[in-house]
């Protein structure tokens, strides 16, 4: 939208004079000086207010998501982890501009800058996730036993092999029983024989999650209980085979499951972007579908109970 000011226009131009001038000043795109015709001297002098513009120009709308800048297989700053994927489908659906506010573990977390106003969701969230509030589900995934092929075979909590194994944990806090693996093994005697392998490295804040699966491959221990998705990505890349095989039982009492629902994580105020994002999920199932499966994620049937204060990840 232009404002136009007709200044020292000659009293004698005509109704056509004045219509031409108009039109060429509503057709110019920037501050200037236009000639009316015919010899009478008269000047148009045009300006553009960028803020009515704007008053007619719809704001883009902008998503922005709270991920952590190396941590595949979810997420990384190159746009390679399957939560980027998901990412950009959302923004894609919700006809969004799509703009990353990357945190470590070390920065606070995720979920930090949800809470602060910086991000408005945050992907792959634990339903029942504690201060947030939670989208339906779009997977569910385990916990895995993992071990090289050429050893031995553990299915269960209750296998007493583990009693004599190297069993490696992964740790989601800084202390051992952080690890929710610990809890089942020490309830069946299994203690003086675990070790705690950290989600991230404490003096760089990088994610380490890949170093229990290492571990395994090198023989250092001979069995790990990892988080599915993380444990498939980096078997996958070792140098010998390695067997995953979901834990049982799924849940070992009433508060302690290795199976989690995942959704996405926003404000708890924010309950009408909540229904959109529900809707994406809903009408993106193949999609979503897809993607989790290119990316190797270990589903399960996701009916299982929402729990608010266990997480599979690291903080968040």
């Not at 998503?63 to 950009?88: C, H, K, T």
């Not at 508060?255 to 009408?283: C, H, M, T, W, Y």
Request: hydrophobic share 45%; proline share 6%.
């Amino acid at each position: 939208m232009k404002w136009t000011v007709l200044w020292g226009l000659d009293p004698r131009a005509g109704k056509s004079e004045v219509r031409y001038a108009l039109a060429m000043t509503l057709c110019s795109g920037a501050l200037g000086l236009g000639r009316i015709g015919g010899g009478f001297g008269g000047w148009v002098l045009t300006a553009t207010f960028a803020a009515v513009a704007a008053m007619a120009t719809p704001a883009e709308r902008v998503l922005r998501v709270a991920a952590d800048p190396d941590n595949l297989p979810f997420s990384n700053a190159q746009g390679e982890g399957f939560e980027n994927e998901l990412a950009e489908l959302l923004a894609r659906e919700l006809r969004a501009r799509l703009d990353y506010v990357w945190r470590t573990p070390r920065q606070g977390g995720l979920c930090a800058a949800l809470r602060s106003g910086e991000a408005d969701v945050v992907i792959g969230i634990p339903l029942g996730g504690g201060a947030l509030a939670t989208t339906r589900p779009y997977y569910a995934s385990t916990y895995v036993f993992v071990y090289r092929r050429d050893a031995m075979s553990v299915s269960s909590f209750d296998d007493p092999v583990l009693r004599v194994l190297r069993v490696g944990v992964q740790m989601t806090g800084r202390d051992l029983g952080d690890a929710l693996p610990v809890h089942a093994l020490i309830a069946r005697g299994v203690l003086e024989n675990i070790r705690g392998y950290a989600c991230w490295d404490e003096a760089s804040g990088a994610m380490a999650s890949s170093e229990i699966i290492r571990a395994v491959a090198s023989r250092e221990i001979d069995v790990a209980v990892a988080w599915g998705p993380v444990a498939s990505y980096h078997g996958a890349r070792q140098s010998v085979p390695l067997e995953l095989v979901p834990v049982s039982p799924e849940r070992d009492g009433p508060n302690l499951p290795f199976v989690f629902r995942i959704g996405v994580g926003v404000r708890k105020a924010d309950g009408s972007l909540r229904r959109e994002i529900d809707q994406v999920l809903l009408r993106c199932q193949r999609e979503i579908a897809s993607i989790l499966e290119k990316a190797g994620v270990p589903c399960v049937p996701a009916e299982v109970p929402a729990l608010s204060f266990l997480s599979p990840h690291a903080p968040l």
